[in-house]
């Protein structure tokens, strides 16, 4: 027993104090280390599926131009996903579930594309109404036209 009083009596207690502050300073330096690099792989994985989606959209857009000459600008691309609710529009009268809409605003076309045969089905010509619609949804809508056949106006 007395050999340990010694012993504690000869440690510098300021050395002591100063090696256990900076072993916590390294530990904590460690710890935000490694949170710092889990939040960089966090922050990249939110960017790889925008990323998926330019190529993907860059891979229709690559397969519907091989079939049709295309404006030169970016389309809107719309996936169709419940046709119950577009089966009374003119445009979707053929179309299915899974079925991709590649609207070009400049150009004013609608491109209707059914990637599970590589086929397009409709392309129609489209006008901007100016009033929007009160869900914020777009909405196409046919309206006459001096042709016998019906366009579509899409209300944003």
Request: proline share 5%; net charge positive; no cysteine.
């Given at each position: 027993m007395n050999k340990y009083r010694?012993?504690?009596?000869?440690?510098?207690?300021?050395?002591a104090g100063l090696l256990l502050f900076i072993l916590l300073l390294i530990i904590t330096s460690v710890i935000?280390?490694?949170?710092?690099?889990?939040?960089?792989?966090a922050l990249t994985n939110l960017q790889i599926p925008q990323q998926v989606k330019q190529e993907s959209?860059?891979?229709?857009?690559?397969?519907?131009?091989?079939?049709?000459?295309?404006?030169k600008e970016d389309p809107t691309i719309a996936t169709v996903t419940d046709i119950t609710?577009?089966?009374?529009?003119?445009?979707?009268?053929?179309?299915?579930?899974?079925?991709?809409?590649l609207l070009y605003t400049n150009a004013?076309?609608?491109?209707?594309?059914?990637?599970?045969?590589?086929?397009?089905?409709?392309?129609?010509?489209?006008?901007?109404?100016s009033t929007p619609v009160a869900t914020g949804a777009a909405k196409i809508t046919p309206y006459p036209t001096n042709s016998a056949t019906q366009s579509p106006t899409i209300n944003k």
């Open positions: 010694r012993l504690l009596g000869e440690i510098n207690w300021k050395k935000f280390f490694f949170k710092y690099q889990k939040a960089q792989q959209a860059k891979q229709l857009i690559d397969e519907v131009g091989k079939l049709i000459v295309l404006p609710k577009l089966k009374n529009q003119p445009f979707f009268a053929q179309a299915k579930n899974g079925d991709k809409v004013k076309k609608a491109i209707l594309y059914r990637p599970s045969i590589g086929r397009i089905i409709a392309v129609e010509p489209i006008s901007f109404a």
